[in-house]
């Protein structure tokens, strides 16, 4: 069978898949494109994801599309309703009829004599095989590795006679009604998962091995609840999104000038919501904020399980699983009839697929990323990650506006070929994720792809500067190059 041609081929249907797919749409209405999914349904993240409380780590305003107003007033949402979200956008934008559901994107390979993608892919149901060719390819498939979660090995897990789960897994039936619940683990799902099992369970504890900074947000925008009695929905829906852009901006910005100043602040916070000061050693991490992510609870939800006595958290090493719970490195024995190891995710470029070109293995780790959309070397491909340091979507919105300018460039000037060059040896040995010291980006520093000492092979996490880098600077910078004269493989050699 022949394979099918697409102009453009977009891998995953989730947040960032979506976005891309309706951004195509409406900019570059005559391209033909398909959307590559793995799963049997739309939203990625948000559909694999089902433990209790999910919810987004973002505000709303700016978490979802600048080109689709998210309309509820709840500022973090559940995972539910992110997902509805999602849906309801791609049936707006006519994007799920073009969706191959099932679909394993295993490999691609580009041609340089036929200035093409072969698209290798599985039917995840029926092991059926299939190729697509297409022009331009586009990575959106995050870095997490869907299929399993990190699992750190440890000692006696066998001993333990109770249920031991990891949230990237969640059982539909579990039942925790009154039980001893121990959720090992101090991110973004472990402040989740406590407050929403706490009035269910008998007890949670929260076993960190050290702080993360925890700062509460109100669950509920009552300025927008206020001025949308007076101003028409759009406008307010505008406002809150520059409102909060600015102030999650500034938040950063004076993290990295003054950290003592916001750790201050971000501890003082902390204190005023807990009834007893000395838990306040379990919210007081080590590090300087936003070296790794920070984690916002709604309506100090989290602090308030704990003043009630439903919740409460343990620092310390783990020595072993025992029969009925944990035991730890101080000697106290936590019992858990359930244990959840929120201990992070594992991460994964492309969603595993495998890179070549011109049937040579094109390693990512050993490529810069140009503008964090292309990839150093590689012809007719972008991929689109969200920031680390700012709702994913800011920064998913630009990377698709960015391809498409690039690919109505490439229509109206005749050229068939984009390829980034580094002409003046500018890789460095950091990953895309720079200073960010959490826990699974040290783990995938291997396979990460690398950044370069400047612009544009610099990731910059700047939504002022990547606002104009991506959607005002000129596409014909030098270094893009179009139409390359020889084989990718004799423009790298070239420029090496």
């Not at 925790?176 to 959720?183: H, L, S």
């Not at 102030?247 to 000038?257: C, D, E, H, S």
């Not at 011109?358 to 150093?376: F, I, S």
């Given at each position: 069978?022949?394979?099918e ?5 977009i ?5 960032s ?5 309706c951004?195509l749409?409406h900019?570059?209405?005559?391209k033909r ?8 349904a ?9 433990y209790p409380?999910?919810?987004s780590?973002s ?6 599309y600048k080109?689709?107003?998210w309309n509820?007033?709840?500022v973090?949402a559940?995972g ?17 009829d073009?969706i191959?559901?099932n679909?394993?994107t295993?490999?691609?390979d ?9 698209v290798?892919?599985t039917?995840v149901?029926?092991?059926?095989q299939?190729?697509y060719t297409?022009n ?6 995050g870095?997490y590795?869907?299929?399993?979660g ?7 897990v ?8 990891h ?9 925790y009604?009154g ?6 683990g ?6 989740t ?29 009552r ?13 307010v829906?505008?406002m ?6 600015v102030?999650?901006?500034w ?18 916070g ?6 007893d000061?000395?838990?306040m050693k379990?919210?007081?991490p080590?590090?300087?904020p936003?070296?790794?992510r920070?984690?916002?609870v709604p309506?100090?939800d ?6 009630k006595?439903?919740a ?10 025992t ?7 101080s000697?106290q024995?936590?019992?858990a ?5 929120a ?11 495998q ?7 094109c390693?990512l780790?050993?490529q810069?990323t140009?503008?964090?959309v292309?990839?150093q ?8 990650l969200g ?12 990377a698709?506006?960015?391809i498409?300018r690039?690919?109505?460039h ?5 050229k068939?070929?984009?390829v980034p ?5 500018h890789?460095?040995k950091d990953?895309i994720m720079g200073?960010l ?5 040290q783990?995938a520093?291997?396979?990460l792809?690398r ?5 544009p ?13 991506l ?12 139409d ?5 493989k ?7």
């Amino acid at each position: 069978m022949a394979a099918e041609h697409l102009d453009v081929i977009i891998v995953g249907a989730g947040l960032s898949g979506i976005g891309m797919a309706c951004h195509l749409t409406h900019t570059c209405p005559d391209k033909r494109f398909v959307v590559l999914e793995k799963r049997a349904a739309i939203g990625g993240t948000w559909d694999l994801f089902r433990y209790p409380g999910i919810r987004s780590d973002s505000d709303m305003f700016t978490f979802g599309y600048k080109f689709r107003p998210w309309n509820e007033l709840q500022v973090l949402a559940g995972g539910d309703s992110i997902r509805e979200y999602i849906r309801e956008t791609a049936e707006e934008f006519r994007i799920t009829d073009k969706i191959r559901f099932n679909t394993a994107t295993e490999s691609a390979d580009w041609s340089s004599e036929d200035k093409r993608w072969t698209v290798s892919t599985t039917d995840v149901a029926t092991g059926i095989q299939k190729v697509y060719t297409c022009n331009f390819l586009v990575g959106c498939t995050g870095y997490y590795n869907y299929e399993s979660g990190y699992l750190p090995e440890f000692p006696g897990v066998q001993n333990f006679k109770g249920t031991c789960i990891h949230p990237q897994h969640w059982p539909t039936d579990l039942d925790y009604a009154g039980k001893k619940v121990v959720v090992i683990g101090s991110g973004a799902t472990a402040v989740t998962l406590v407050p929403a099992m706490a009035d269910t369970a008998g007890h949670v504890t929260m076993l960190q091995r050290s702080p993360s900074y925890v700062f509460s947000v109100p669950g509920h925008d009552r300025i927008s609840e206020i001025l949308g009695k007076v101003l028409p929905q759009k406008w307010v829906y505008n406002m809150a999104r520059k409102r909060n852009i600015v102030m999650q901006r500034w938040i950063y910005k004076a993290a990295k000038r003054w950290p003592e100043k916001t750790r201050k602040v971000l501890l003082n916070g902390v204190s005023k919501k807990l009834d007893d000061q000395g838990n306040m050693k379990h919210f007081t991490p080590s590090y300087n904020p936003w070296d790794e992510r920070l984690c916002a609870v709604p309506d100090a939800d989290l602090f308030e399980a704990i003043n009630k006595g439903k919740a409460s958290v343990v620092t310390d090493h783990i020595d072993t699983f025992t029969e009925k719970g944990i035991r730890l490195k101080s000697g106290q024995e936590l019992q858990a009839d359930i244990i959840i190891t929120a201990t992070g995710l594992q991460m994964q470029m492309l969603g595993g697929m495998q890179l070549s070109l011109d049937g040579e293995p094109c390693p990512l780790n050993e490529q810069m990323t140009y503008k964090a959309v292309m990839m150093q070397n590689v012809p007719n491909m972008a991929w689109i990650l969200g920031y680390t340091n700012a709702p994913w979507t800011l920064k998913a919105d630009m990377a698709s506006l960015y391809i498409c300018r690039l690919l109505k460039h490439m229509d109206e000037t005749g050229k068939q070929v984009a390829v980034p060059v580094d002409k003046h040896g500018h890789a460095e040995k950091d990953s895309i994720m720079g200073s960010l010291q959490s826990g699974y980006v040290q783990r995938a520093n291997g396979i990460l792809p690398r950044q370069g000492r400047a612009l544009p092979w610099r990731i910059l996490n700047n939504y002022e500067l990547d606002s104009v880098l991506l959607l005002k600077e000129s596409l014909e910078d030098g270094i893009l190059t179009f139409d390359p004269s020889a084989t990718t493989k004799q423009a790298a050699d070239q420029a090496a």
